[in-house]
């Protein structure tokens, strides 16, 4: 059973950057295409951003140009770097797998406010 532990979520004023982690158990995680997902209060979880196992990446078009997606197969883990950040981005952030989903994570806040 694949673990998914997301961290590097805070309070950051609109324009600012953050990174966000995603730490895998398991051998798994080198070898699927993972996501990172978020969801705001009140709306449904939605994909924010995806990369193969052989770092091919898309994004939605609310993040491109702003977020970065990245893995670090060796360490089993993935990234997500938020620059220019917005309010309309703050949600809770989670990853998984892009299909097949293991269980979820906890997740991590992001909340954008002056």
């Known amino acids: 059973q694949v673990q998914l532990v997301e961290s590097g979520g805070g309070l950051v004023q609109p324009g600012g950057s953050l990174r966000l982690s995603c730490a895998a158990s398991?051998?798994?995680?080198?070898?699927?295409?993972m996501a990172w997902y978020r969801q705001a209060p009140g709306k449904q979880r939605e994909l924010v951003a995806s990369?193969?196992?052989?770092?091919?990446?898309n994004y939605a078009d609310s993040v491109k140009g702003r977020f970065t997606i990245s893995r670090d197969n060796a360490k089993s883990t993935m990234y997500l770097q938020m620059n220019s950040l917005k309010p309309e981005d703050t949600a809770v952030y989670y990853c998984?797998?892009?299909?097949?989903?293991?269980?979820w994570g906890q997740g991590t806040q992001v909340t954008v406010s002056s």
């Open positions: 998984n797998r892009l299909a097949g989903w293991f269980s």
């Open positions: 990369i193969t196992p052989g770092l091919s990446t």
């Open positions: 398991g051998t798994v995680f080198r070898m699927v295409s």
